[in-house]
């Protein structure tokens, strides 16, 4: 079979139209066609919470309506941490990867967090397993199948975490142990990694996933070109937004600036007279002080810290380069004699050390 041949993958084409065009019915234990939850949530004055709000089905806008869809499809996209060789250029499977290199040409493959089409096998387990006993297969094959679909009957349980309000959920086919149990292990990639983490093994974390998941604070100095307007906009990085705006993914610790004693110091400025616009991902300032030492090259500073885990659409080397630009880009005005154009933005170091190796 020749899977480059147009007579044959227009086939798996329709197949996977078909699968991301269908739910599964837990209720008639069979594939439904999507319009038919999309009518049962209305029957049902079915509620959806979007961003702390309540919303009905008509009242959700269409990429509203698109997500909650996407969390019922038997074909769907979702985000999972892969096997991806940047040699090969493709994802591999568990069992194609021995000792952290391809078992095909032995190129190195690392853990990385992406898109990917999948299917929700989950949903029709049960059904799978059902009428595998009635295909005329060998025991043997039959069993291989049987671990592949992977469905397993037992209880979900929650420990509560200590000094915290976090709780682990955990599932054992095996309720009648868990008097038994002295510790917990949690995978580098579980959710709760960023607030458990202590502080000795963050460093690990990050270089095992490649990405900096944890608070990490930046300085961003702006030139007096950027002091014209009243109030005037400070741009921060792309980087620093987050994609859920009811979780905002930057904290500004404080706006300060060099005012025109001699020698010149630092000076905060009031809380009160600056804000962070999460729309334009800038901080405003409403009213500059009067004695900014505007001889400066860089005489106004943001000090900013990024929320917990808000870089899992953006990887490290491209947050680290928007991070770069932006420092060059608000000290454009003299780039060759300040000695602060010649030094690392701060912060830089703490995005690419699990890439030191390669990059510093």
């Known amino acids: 079979?020749?899977?480059?041949?147009?007579?044959?993958?227009?086939?798996?084409?329709?197949?996977?139209?078909?699968?991301?065009?269908?739910?599964?019915?837990?209720e008639t234990n069979k594939a439904e066609p999507i319009e038919s939850l999309i009518q049962k949530f209305k029957d049902q004055g079915s509620k959806f919470n979007v961003s702390g709000v309540d919303k009905s089905w008509d009242e959700l806008n269409e990429k509203e309506q698109s997500d909650v869809l996407m969390e019922h499809r038997l074909a769907y996209l979702g985000e999972a941490f892969v096997n991806w060789c940047p040699a090969l250029g493709t994802v591999?499977?568990?069992?194609?990867?021995?000792?952290g290199v391809s078992e095909r040409g032995g190129h190195p493959v690392e853990r990385k967090l992406m898109k990917q089409w999948s299917m929700r096998i989950t949903a029709y387990a049960q059904r799978?397993?059902?009428?595998?006993?009635?295909?005329?297969?060998?025991?043997?094959?039959?069993?291989?199948?049987?671990?592949?679909?992977?469905?397993?009957?037992?209880?979900?349980?929650?420990?509560?975490?200590?000094?915290?309000?976090?709780?682990?959920?955990?599932?054992?086919?095996?309720?009648?142990t868990i008097f038994g149990v002295s510790f917990m292990v949690i995978a580098p990639e579980h959710e709760f990694v960023a607030q458990l983490t202590s502080a000795d093994q963050k460093q690990a974390v990050e270089d095992y996933l490649g990405l900096s998941i944890f608070p990490v604070t930046y300085r961003v100095w702006y030139g007096p070109e950027s002091l014209t307007a009243t109030p005037c906009a400070l741009d921060l990085p792309e980087v620093s937004q987050n994609q859920y705006p009811s979780q905002p993914g930057v904290t500004i610790d404080a706006v300060k600036y060099y005012n025109s004693d001699v020698p010149a110091t630092i000076v905060t400025v009031a809380a009160s007279t600056y804000q962070y616009d999460p729309t334009g991902n800038k901080v405003i300032v409403q009213s500059l002080p009067s004695d900014i030492n505007s001889n400066m090259t860089a005489p106004i500073m943001v000090e900013y810290c990024t929320a917990p885990n808000p870089l899992?659409?953006?990887?490290?080397?491209?947050?680290?380069?928007?991070?770069?630009?932006?420092?060059?880009?608000?000290?454009?005005?003299?780039?060759?004699?300040?000695?602060?154009?010649?030094?690392?933005?701060?912060g830089f170091r703490q995005l690419l050390q699990p890439y030191k190796p390669l990059v510093l």
């Open 1 to 26: 079979v020749r899977t480059s041949d147009p007579a044959y993958y227009k086939w798996t084409q329709w197949v996977f139209i078909q699968l991301f065009n269908s739910w599964y019915n837990p």
């Open 312 to 346: 899992q659409t953006y990887p490290v080397i491209k947050q680290a380069g928007l991070l770069l630009f932006t420092h060059l880009y608000n000290n454009r005005s003299n780039t060759t004699t300040a000695n602060s154009m010649r030094e690392i933005p701060f």
């Open 92 to 99: 591999l499977a568990n069992d194609e990867v021995k000792d």
């Open 128 to 176: 799978l397993l059902d009428d595998l006993e009635g295909i005329d297969w060998t025991e043997s094959i039959k069993e291989s199948q049987r671990y592949w679909i992977g469905r397993s009957e037992g209880s979900s349980l929650k420990f509560n975490v200590q000094s915290s309000t976090l709780a682990l959920e955990v599932f054992t086919t095996r309720p009648d």
